[in-house]
T-cell receptor, first 112, second 114 residues
Framework: TQLLEQSPQFLSIQEGENLTVYCNSSSVFSSLQWYRQEPGEGPVLLVTVVTGGEVKKLKRLTFQFGDARKDSSLHITAAQPGDTGLYLCAGFGGTSYGKLTFGQGTILTVHP | KAGVTQTPRYLIKTRGQQVTLSCSPISGHRSVSWYQQTPGQGLQFLFEYFSETQRNKGNFPGRFSGRQFSNSRSEMNVSTLELGDSALYLC?????????????FGSGTRLTVV
């Protein structure tokens, strides 16, 4: 059974601070995706990383996939209140069609 | 283009009843996956359908079932509802259900079992 350990579970910071969310597993994933979910809505895809060592940047968000494709991180620079939400990492393993294994999520609160 | 549509948004059912949830994927997407989200267990995979065939199934009891129609719309059914089935049920559509495909989620159906 593939598991994804996501940390921290909760993060409360002030506007302008930087933060990093980690996603770790003992299993290898074909790809790793990051989602953001607002209350009462479904998760929205932020990025997909597929190559070990890959780094993707989306404005103030930087995503990294570990060399061994077992871990990933999300770094937010100069957080803003609009970044508040639930962040989820999700791994896709092998030929497991349509199945994403999700981490437990990180609830981020950015205070003005 | 239209997103993933799930109906209904909210449901309240009594223990022992059954329920059917619907998901209309993005036009052209042939893969539909279903997930259950609860505060304690997070998002857990139920099953995936592609071209009317179930290709993958999670570790849920047989009370949870689904199907997909020729237009890719999908339904999931839960029979003999239990209190523990209360959750947000999400469907996700993708082109082919592969590792590189982006998965687009619907807003979910909030099921409450009383």
């Amino acid at each position: 059974t593939q598991l994804l350990e996501q940390s921290p579970q909760f993060l409360s910071i002030q506007e302008g601070e930087n933060l990093t969310v980690y996603c770790n597993s003992s299993s290898v994933f074909s790809s790793l995706q990051w989602y953001r979910q607002e209350p009462g809505e479904g998760p929205v895809l932020l990025v997909t990383v597929v190559t070990g060592g890959e780094v993707k940047k989306l404005k103030r968000l930087t995503f990294q996939f570990g060399d061994a494709r077992k871990d990933s991180s999300l770094h937010i620079t100069a957080a803003q209140p609009g970044d508040t939400g639930l962040y989820l990492c999700a791994g896709f393993g092998g030929t497991s069609y349509g199945k994403l294994t999700f981490g437990q999520g990180t609830i981020l609160t950015v205070h003005p | 283009k239209a997103g993933v549509t799930q109906t209904p948004r909210y449901l309240i059912k009594t223990r022992g009843q059954q329920v059917t949830l619907s998901c209309s994927p993005i036009s052209g997407h042939r893969s539909v996956s279903w997930y259950q989200q609860t505060p304690g267990q997070g998002l857990q995979f139920l099953f995936e359908y592609f071209s009317e065939t179930q290709r993958n199934k999670g570790n849920f009891p047989g009370r949870f079932s689904g199907r997909q129609f020729s237009n890719s719309r999908s339904e999931m059914n839960v029979s003999t509802l239990e209190l523990g089935d209360s959750a947000l049920y999400l469907c996700a559509s993708s082109l082919e259900g592969g590792s590189r495909g982006g998965y687009t989620f619907g807003s979910g159906t909030r099921l409450t079992v009383v």
